[in-house]
C-alpha cells in the first residue's frame, strides 16, 4: 500500500462556509460599484440592466469552468463590464478599470463569509500528522489574491504548501489537470493524497478519477445516484470537524492526545 504523504483541501463550504444572502450582498456591492464608476464617466445605465450584465457574466464564467478551464479576474471583470455595453471595457481607461475590479474583488471582504470554527484546528492536526497540504479552489467571482488576504487573516494560509486558485491557472475542477498541477507542485502521486471537500462533482469524482483517495463532507449536494461508484468517496463525514479522524484511518497513522 502507498503511503499518504499529502493531502489537499477545497475551500467553499469547506473551510470556509458561505450564504447566499452573503452573495446577493457581495453581488450589489458590484452592481452598484459599477454602476457609479460608469455614472461618473457619464454612463448611465439601470441597476437591473446591470444586473443582467453580471449574470452574463456569471453564466459565461462558468461554462468554461465547466469545460475544465477558467480565466484570470481581470479577464472576467472585463466580460461583465463588455455585457454592460459591448466592448466597453477596451473603451475605458486603465484606471476606470482597476477601480471596477477594485470594487469587485473587495465585494468579498467587505461581506466575508465565515470560517468554520474547526478549520484552524483541523489543518493544525493534518500538519501535526506530518502531511504536506495543499488548497484547490474553483474562485468564482472572487480572485485568488482576494482569497490568500481572508486566508492570512484567519491564520490559514501558514498550513498550506501550495495554494492553487483555478482563475490563477485558468484551470478548473473536476478536470485532472488543476488537480495534477497541484500534486506536481506538493511532489506527491495522486496514490499519496487524500483530497478533502464538499461538491460532489468537483471534489470527489475529479479528484477520484484521478487516483486520489476521496473524503467527501456531506449536506451541501447530494449524489445524483448514490450507487454510482464513480461518486463513491473513501469516506463521509458530516462536517469538517470529523475530517482529521478520516484522514488518520485512510493514512493508517494515530491522532496524539
Not at 482569497?147 to 475542477?173: C, N, P, Q, W
Amino acid at each position: 500500500m502507498t503511503a499518504i504523504t499529502t493531502v489537499t483541501f477545497d475551500l467553499w463550504q469547506t473551510l470556509l462556509l458561505d450564504e447566499q444572502y452573503l452573495g446577493h450582498a457581495r453581488a450589489m456591492v458590484r452592481l452598484e460599484g459599477a454602476q457609479s464608476t460608469l455614472s461618473a464617466l457619464g454612463k448611465n445605465f439601470g441597476i437591473e440592466h446591470i444586473r443582467e450584465a453580471y449574470n452574463s457574466c456569471f453564466q459565461q464564467c462558468r461554462e468554461i469552468r465547466d469545460g475544465g478551464l477558467d480565466v484570470d479576474f481581470r479577464e472576467q471583470v472585463s466580460i461583465f463590464v463588455n455585457h454592460i455595453e459591448p466592448d466597453l471595457a477596451d473603451s475605458l481607461d486603465r484606471a476606470v478599470m482597476d477601480d471596477i475590479a477594485h470594487i469587485y474583488a473587495d465585494s468579498f471582504l467587505t461581506h466575508p463569509p465565515p470560517a468554520h470554527v474547526q478549520a484552524l484546528t483541523v489543518l493544525k492536526g493534518v500538519k501535526d500528522l506530518g502531511f504536506r497540504m495543499g488548497l484547490i479552489s474553483n474562485t468564482g467571482m472572487t480572485p485568488g489574491f482576494t482569497f490568500r488576504h481572508y486566508m492570512a487573516e484567519r491564520g490559514m494560509l501558514e498550513y498550506f504548501h501550495t495554494l492553487i486558485f483555478s482563475d490563477e491557472v485558468k484551470l478548473a475542477k473536476p478536470a485532472a489537470g488543476i488537480f495534477a498541477l497541484t500534486l506536481k507542485k506538493l511532489g506527491a502521486t495522486p496514490e499519496q493524497t487524500i483530497h478533502v471537500g464538499d461538491h460532489v462533482l468537483n471534489d470527489v469524482v475529479g479528484p477520484k478519477r484521478h487516483g486520489m483517495k476521496t473524503i467527501w463532507i456531506s449536506g451541501f449536494y447530494e449524489r445524483d445516484d448514490p450507487n454510482d461508484p464513480a461518486s463513491e468517496p473513501d469516506i463521509t463525514v458530516s462536517d469538517l470537524g470529523e475530517v482529521l479522524p478520516a484522514i488518520a484511518k485512510l493514512s493508517g497513522k494515530s491522532i496524539a492526545d
